[in-house]
């Protein structure tokens, strides 16, 4: 008897929490049968986004959630697996309804945005079915919001996500290369998303879009990555490049000189190399690049010198409450200078490389000072030592004298061999 | 006869006050070790002191000797230096770097003082274990002398716990990391480890409780220790002389002005090589401490806490429990060794125990050197 109740609290207290947790997410183990067989679905349906929104299997599959039986269950229009167009038809029946998706917030997404995308063209215009459905990034049933971070598209895991056919050649029309993800892992919004962890940092959909995804065009680059890069955007369309625009042979875009995956900036002293790459040397496009590298990498300098001269003031245990708002302003202005030499103009620099160099002269001038001090203390050790040797000096002569008389010679000498 | 004249001149009162006053008032300069030898307390003031100063040492007493009274003159020179800091440093989380900034930048020689007091700190763990050295090697820890022995031992110790209790002081970063990082250590001690930990940093973290607490014991507590230390280890010593060293017997020069004139010169030396590593080697200013950022790298600044930081980090506990083993170890050789040979060849033990205590601290001040690890934010 004992031990029939000791093992029913030992599996009760076993099956509860899975029957509590149903209970939570709105089920009634009576009403509701699925998940009865289908064990496999249920955690990852129960984590997911729908189930806490009262959306139910029946809402997707069909069938009679109240028949226990297989047979019986799976009847009223129920629907199995389905195929990808299916599944699209059938998101779009609620994510394409703006009353529906308002009270969530969330954007509709239409047959047309996903047509627009080469995606969408490929599944349901050409019936390619390596082409994605919702399900291929989203997720079936463990369907989670992209703001999860175990979600297929939270922003650190897009890459993940899309890599996943684009790095597959057999899943990617030909011709298209499948080495983005490592590119972009070596680009600044790479580091800055991965070992950063700057969710803002563009991942792919930053720039292709989600729904609609495409590889953005040629004139729409610039503004593209002025999406995030405002600045430079602005500067950019002011300068030559931007100038050109689709007169040229297409336009000059932002890609030109920064790659498009692999996105980083050119390092500073190659910033004219970067020029000849296109034009030629010696043009006046080319000593314009160099003329710019030059204007870049002084300021540079000047901002580096007055690093230092801020880390010696510290060291030194100067005050440098101004200094370091000088220091800041350089550091502003390092920044609006990168900014603005996207105007491709040497020139217009010359103000803001004029204010670095001065404030970074302020700085140096007060860490000079110091230096000098720090020299001028080290003049101390001189009389010190003279000091030390007069003193000794006369104190050995003073024993000298003190010893002579008094001891016989054998002491003198032994005090002077252990000296 | 002009000499004489001279002293019947000024010493009417002085010869009142010495027929007046026995030795008894001298027990004060003896507190602080400015008398050598045991004087009889009811000799005329004058004749005592004369007693006292002219006293001869045995012969063999001679430069091997002075490292003591150079310890000694360091202390003072800390305790000077000490006293000065103090009227400048502010002990508050918030007060502490700026005032010493301010005594560093806008105080005549504030400099001076700061970083002299900084390099005595490390000297004069470096002469006391010298004059370790020179006792062990001589052998006069041996009995009657076992008590100055122990106090000599404990008065390291005491050295020691000054150097860690003002390290915090400066509140940078690395005063603040190595802080953490030490008392992470000591928590480590089975039984008194964590309540010690705890005792000294009051929070969960340094914090300004850490700051007043390693003030208090550093400029209050601690004093007190070494002047009582200090007394009773020169009492010792004038009460049981120098020792006399095997071969070498008989009485020698006496204390003032002969030994006197040699521990001037080692003081003189001292003190020009503190100035010059003052003026050459100041102890730099890191970042204002802050504990939501550790450093990238925390080097330990200063000899003393080198070896310390250094034992800390040997693998195994070696150093974390090496070292004051072997203090312990070293503090009992009078109880092992009361009698027998005082040529250091036939006191294996003692010179072998002295061996590992030299050739840990060698370990720790290499392992010390290398880039510092700043501790794991709250990992014991």
Not at chain 1, 243 to 268: D, F, K, R, V
Not at chain 2, 178 to 196: F, H, Q, S
Request: glycine share 8%.
């Amino acid at each position: 008897m004992r031990s029939v109740l000791v093992s029913s609290i030992a599996v009760l207290s076993w099956v509860t929490p899975a029957l509590s947790q149903e209970t939570m997410a709105g089920f009634l183990q009576e009403e509701y049968s699925c998940i009865m067989c289908h064990t496999d679905m249920r955690t990852g349906f129960l984590q997911g986004v729908h189930s806490g929104r009262g959306i139910l299997c029946t809402d997707c599959h069909g069938g009679d959630p109240s028949q226990f039986e297989a047979d019986a269950a799976h009847t009223e229009g129920f629907v199995g697996s389905m195929s990808k167009t299916e599944a699209v038809d059938l998101c779009l029946s609620c994510h394409g309804d703006l009353p529906q998706m308002r009270q969530f917030a969330l954007e509709p997404v239409t047959e047309e945005e996903f047509l627009f995308s080469r995606h969408g063209r490929a599944l349901l215009e050409d019936r390619n079915l390596l082409a994605p459905s919702c399900g291929d990034c989203h997720g079936s049933h463990a369907i989670l919001p992209r703001t999860d971070p175990r979600s297929p598209v939270h922003p650190a895991r897009i890459p993940e996500t899309c890599s996943s056919c684009h790095s597959d050649p057999t899943r990617v029309p030909e011709g298209l290369p499948t080495d983005q993800l490592e590119q972009w892992q070596e680009s600044a919004h790479g580091v800055a998303l991965m070992a950063g962890h700057n969710e803002r940092a563009a991942n792919c959909a930053s720039c292709h879009g989600s729904h609609s995804a495409l590889p953005p065009g040629v004139l729409e680059i610039p503004n593209v990555c002025g999406k995030c890069h405002q600045l430079v955007r602005e500067t950019y369309f002011r300068g030559p490049h931007g100038q050109a625009g689709p007169s040229s042979s297409g336009g000059i875009p932002c890609t030109a000189c920064h790659a498009n995956h692999e996105t980083t900036m050119p390092p500073l002293s190659e910033i004219g190399s970067v020029c000849v790459s296109c034009h030629e040397e010696g043009s006046s496009a080319g000593v314009a690049g160099l003329e710019l590298q030059e204007q870049v990498l002084r300021a540079q300098a000047a901002g580096s010198r007055a690093r230092d001269a801020l880390h010696i003031l510290a060291e030194a245990g100067e005050t440098i409450d101004d200094e370091e708002v000088r220091f800041l302003t350089v550091e502003t202005h390092l920044r609006e200078l990168l900014v603005q030499a996207h105007a491709l103009e040497p020139e217009a620099l010359d103000d803001l490389v004029r204010r670095i160099s001065s404030l970074s002269t302020e700085i140096g001038e007060r860490a000079d000072v110091v230096e000098e001090h720090r020299w001028e203390r080290q003049l101390l050790a001189i009389p010190a030592w003279v000091l030390l040797v007069f003193g000794i000096l006369l104190a050995l002569r003073k024993r000298r004298k003190l010893v002579a008389p008094v001891e016989d010679s054998s002491v003198g000498q032994g005090e002077g061999t252990e000296s | 006869m002009t000499e004489s004249d001279q002293n019947k001149g000024r010493s009417r009162i002085l010869k009142w006050l010495e027929e007046a006053t026995d030795a008894r008032i001298l027990s004060i300069p003896r507190l602080f070790g400015l008398l050598y030898g045991p004087i009889e307390d009811r000799l005329p003031l004058g004749e005592a002191w004369r007693a006292s100063m002219r006293r001869r040492l045995p012969a063999s007493v001679g430069w091997k000797h002075a490292f003591g009274g150079a310890t000694y003159f360091l202390c003072m020179i800390l305790v000077l230096t000490g006293v000065m800091l103090s009227f400048y440093y502010r002990p508050s989380t918030v007060e502490a770097y700026p005032s010493l900034q301010y005594l560093e930048s806008e105080i005549t020689f504030g400099w001076l003082v700061r970083h002299v007091h900084f390099w005595a700190a490390s000297l004069v763990v470096l002469t006391a274990l010298v004059h370790l050295f020179r006792v062990v090697l001589t052998g006069t820890y041996r009995a009657p002398r076992e008590t100055t022995w122990l106090m000599g031992i404990m008065l390291l110790i005491t050295l020691l716990a000054f150097v860690t209790s003002g390290y915090l002081l400066p509140w940078d970063q690395w005063a603040y990391w190595t802080t953490t990082y030490g008392l992470d250590e000591l928590a480590k001690y089975p039984v008194v480890g964590g309540l010690l930990s705890r005792l000294f940093s009051v929070d969960e973290f340094v914090s300004g409780a850490t700051l007043s607490r390693f003030y208090a014991t550093h400029v209050i507590l601690l004093p007190w220790v070494l002047l009582l230390l200090l007394s009773l280890h020169f009492q010792l010593i004038r009460k049981h002389g120098v020792a006399l060293e095997g071969d070498v017997s008989g009485e020698g020069e006496p204390f003032f002005p002969h030994h006197m004139l040699r521990q001037l010169v080692v003081a003189l030396i001292t003190l020009a090589v503190l100035i010059t590593l003052a003026a050459f080697f100041p102890r730099p200013f890191g970042p204002p401490a802050d504990p939501f950022t550790v450093p990238g790298e925390l080097p330990a600044l200063g000899f003393p806490v080198l070896i310390l930081v250094g034992a800390a980090r040997l693998p195994l506990g070696i150093g974390l429990y090496g070292l004051p083993l072997l203090l312990i170890a070293l503090a009992a050789l009078p109880l092992v060794a009361r009698t027998g040979e005082s040529a250091f060849t036939r006191r294996p033990v003692a010179m072998g125990l002295f061996a590992l205590f030299l050739l840990l601290l060698m370990v720790s001040l290499i392992a010390g050197l290398g880039p510092g690890v700043p501790p794991s934010v709250g990992g014991n």
